[in-house]
């Protein structure tokens, strides 16, 4: 990126206007988008100002700034008590069901799926399946922490969240 030493400078000279404690390190522009490093993690109020700077840069297309993000990472998650088998048809549950009633529930806001959601019968003879559910979430866990445990209604059943360990597939 062009000027990175000034763009840098003029960043901090932002970010000192509105008395943010953080200091912007590095600058550069990858095929991803704009990455800047700063000394501490960087507050809403730090990352709508920096993008703010960034938009009113004239070499810049404003329709390629994106809403500004904290890094971020997988966390796994477990979703017990769902029916295998729909009662009203005798075929198992689909990815597309689980996902549509993720988006309705209100307890998923601002939840991004990392994969595909993945599914197990428990027992052979029984009708509850585990769904496995891996989610983007902000380093310090907080999207996950505010997940576990909670319980929402899949037609007449109560499902829970639970943590799980990493998982790499179903076993067979």
């Keep these: 990126m062009k ?22 390190d590095f600058i550069c522009l ?25 938009k009113n840069i004239n070499n810049i297309e404003l329709n390629h700034v994106e809403v500004p993000r904290l890094p971020q990472s997988k966390s796994y998650l477990k979703i017990i008590s769902i029916p295998f088998f ?39 003879k029984s009708n509850m399946s585990i769904i496995w559910i891996n989610i983007w979430d902000v380093q310090s866990g907080s999207e996950t922490k505010g997940l576990i445990n909670r319980c929402f209604n899949i037609r007449i059943f109560i499902a829970t969240i639970h943590r799980a360990n990493m998982n790499l597939g179903i076993p067979q």
């Design 3 to 24: 000027k990175s030493s000034a763009h840098i400078y003029n960043i901090n000279r932002a970010l000192k206007n509105i008395k943010s404690e953080i200091v912007a």
């Design 30 to 54: 990858d095929n991803k988008g704009i990455i800047i490093t700063t000394n501490k993690v960087a507050s809403m109020l730090d990352l709508q100002t920096i993008k703010m700077y960034i």
């Design 86 to 124: 729909l009662e009203d048809t005798n075929t198992p549950i689909s990815s597309d069901v689980v996902k549509k009633i993720i988006k309705k529930n209100h307890i998923f806001n601002d939840i991004i799926l990392a994969s595909r959601l993945r599914f197990i019968n428990v027992l052979p």
